[in-house]
């Protein structure tokens, strides 16, 4: 028995620890690293819990997106008569529905994620910015419905996408950044102050009418158009446009260039604010 | 191995507050009435608007020092709220501590609660690989080990089953299972053994000692379970108030300990019913004489007192004392079953239960549960809570209880005894009666 564990007893003996007051410890990012398996499991748990629980699970993951898409192409391309850029309607809408929901499931499942997981907080020591990540990770697999329908929805309405579509993934992990970042802080905020998740709800329902959602971000006044790009998620959603629709459609490259940035910044805020926080979550969550 | 130095940790405890959080909501208006407040009185000083009437200190561990050295097993000892539980949530890296350092080296395992990140819905194959990623194993790990825990564990046919399904007893099994085969240099255990039915506790307990003295692992153990911890840890450190109280040799510390518990009254901090009309000032365990204590003999008469005191008549309540032990609720009390309620309850006075013979195992610690309603049963006075713990001292002998290795095994079993005999296929007739000491 003993011989056997030699190897990775040896490694591990060389694991020094000092725990200490206001120590932030110096391995957290090879910590982060070595617990990359709890992560890949905590993934693997949502997504099979989410699935087994719900019974219509993989149906509703069509459903949602597909109905939301009908009413916003009834109410902005026909009774609105916004303009389309050329494209079918619905497919204008679904490559933005995409992002969307993708943002908006995330950030509500990782702004709750600490207080959901808060048992496995005050009884075991892993980092915790694994929680957040994973339940961000968990909603790609919807993600993957919705860019099935899309190609069904593209393939009905016989629209092919050029060599842009191959950006998709760098608009993606922008995607992934945006909610990840400012769900990390509500989930940091949440613990400290449980009425945040009051909050959480406001921001996705608001910011599906600040965002360009169900019309192109081209109806936004020219003078307006950097100002609406402080929303990360204009940057994100022209980004899916411009490389899924291709052909006519154009990015607006200053607006692009400060979602991005307003990204990275509240990404990183939201890192530092949490690793303040971290030490003492096990404390008052 | 482990060099712990000053250890400290201090929490803020809020007088109005039960939940550790606070809404912004709250904090929000706090700042608001400060703002109205100095603007009312400019000139008066900060101090009186720092002063925080609504927080206190408390230390739940100050100035603990101690060295464990590799392959060591050290029992932590102590009361409920001695510290215990802190001083494992820190080394475990959960929190943080106020003041002191801890050096470690090597992987530390913390064992605080079986089954952390268990999933009911999941199955108890998913279980076994989701519970091992959390407690820090990698995926090869538990692929190695897979076999040997379900045989552990004993779950090989519900292995595809959701854990929703399954029996408490084999959901333990199969948490308890995952646990006692990860391989730390450091094993930081607390009370998980006091889940599951007698055998798998021995087995258990088997199984930590294989770890320990075979594997060379170092393990810090906290248990009430005093008869576990002379078994299992050479060494013992008793903690008290948030400090060491004594660091020894684990037979005298016990000992030590044992005589300290006989010697404190049994004293609770008072409760306040719910609709807060009537207090319960004081409840204490006497023995036979009438002394207070808090360790019985078994087969000898324990008294518990309670001292009230009502703001305002409760009629007709009843109230309810139960007592258990790791295995659940063992036996109880209670005025409704039994008829025996006050009309009613005015001013002060006490309330006395006697139990005559207490039919309970030596060296278990066993907890006093109180309760009561009042009138028609609906309105609630006190929910159950436990007031006060007691030890059970003695030998298995004592009990007539001769067999090998008895006193070891005793802590382990179910706890209540009654007289009974054995006939046997060779004609004997052995009588086992565990009073023969009082009766004598």
Known sequence: ?285 | MITVEGLGKKYMLSHQRREPYIALRDVMAEKARRLARRLAHPFSGTESLMADPGFEEFWALREVSFDVEPGDRVGIIGRNGAGKSTLLKILSRITEPTEGRIRLRGRVASLLEVGTGFHPELTGRENIFLNGAVLGMTKAEIRKKFDEIVDFAEVEKFLDTPVKRYSSGMYVRLAFAVAAHLEPEILVVDEVLAVGDAAFQRKCLGKMEDVASQEGRTVLFVSHNMAAIQTLCRRAIWLDGGRVEQDGESDSVVNAYGKHLQNTNGFTASLTSLDGRIKVEQIRLMDGEGRATSVCSPGSPVTIEIRYRAEQPVRLPYLWIGIRSQFGSLFAANMLLDGARPGVLEGCGTIRCTFHSLPLLPNQMYRVMFGGREADGLSMLFKATEVTHFIVAGSAEEMGLKGEHADSIMGQSAPVLLPYTWELPDGRTVPVNPFLQVQR
């Open chain 1, 1 to 285: 028995m003993a011989s056997k564990d030699l190897t990775t007893q040896g490694v591990n003996a060389q694991i020094d620890l000092v725990i200490e007051p206001g120590r932030s410890f110096r391995n957290y990012w090879r910590d982060l690293w070595q617990y990359r398996e709890l992560f890949y499991f905590l993934s693997w748990r949502d997504i099979l819990v989410r699935y087994k629980q719900t019974a219509i699970g993989v149906a509703w993951g069509i459903l949602r997106p597909l109905l939301t898409m009908i009413v916003f192409t009834i109410i902005f391309g026909y009774l609105a008569k916004l303009p389309s850029e050329g494209v079918p309607y619905p497919v204008l809408v679904f490559a933005a529905m995409l992002p969307w929901q993708f943002f908006s499931s995330s950030l509500t499942e990782s702004s709750n994620s600490f207080i959901t997981n808060a048992n496995m907080l005050t009884k075991i020591y892993f980092p915790r910015l694994i929680v957040p990540a994973s339940a961000v990770i968990v909603n790609l697999v919807d993600f993957l419905i919705s860019f099935v329908i899309l190609g069904v929805l593209m393939a009905w309405y016989r629209f092919v996408p050029d060599v842009r579509v191959l950006a998709l993934p760098f608009f993606l992990g922008m995607a992934f950044l945006a909610s990840f970042g400012l769900g990390l802080w509500l989930a940091t905020l949440n613990v400290k102050y449980r009425d945040f998740r009051y909050v959480v709800p406001f921001i996705v329902q608001f910011g599906l009418y600040i965002s360009p959602v169900g019309f192109s971000s081209s109806v936004v006044p020219g003078k307006w158009r950097l100002l609406y790009s402080i929303n990360p998620m204009v940057g994100v959603i022209d980004g899916f446009r411009w490389a899924i629709l291709g052909g006519e459609t154009r990015m607006y490259w200053p607006g692009f260039l400060l979602s991005a940035m307003v990204t990275l910044i509240v990404f990183l805020l939201a890192v530092r604010y949490f690793r303040a926080t971290e030490r003492k979550f096990a404390d008052i969550i």
